[in-house]
């Protein structure tokens, strides 16, 4: 996944997701890789929805184990991903990276 750094409705990043659990289950994927770059903050509603709902769902329905994600540019950014990173049910590996090529490597090595 690949993110903008414009801000987007709770409602868009939710269809945005649900087509990324489909694309993980057409082809088989349980990690994924998401480039945080220069994306806003989420908002509580949007890390709610996404330890509650889409992190449990991807777990029951496509395996979903290990997610590495490129930290964002924004410190609040950051703090946001980290709340999301702590709620997280514990069955999905979450590490933080500097770069695409760190988080790729640490992906298929695991």
Known sequence: MAWSAERVPVEVLQAYYEQALKLMLAMGAHKVLSDHGQRAPLVAAAQTWLTQ?????AIAQAGFSHCAIVDGV?????????????AAPAAV???RCNT???ADAWLRGV
């Open 100 to 102: 695409v090529d760190e």
């Open 74 to 86: 924004d410190p609040l950014h950051r703090l946001s991903t980290q709340s999301v990173v702590s």
């Open 53 to 57: 709902n889409w992190i449990p769902k």
């Open 93 to 95: 590996v979450f590490k």
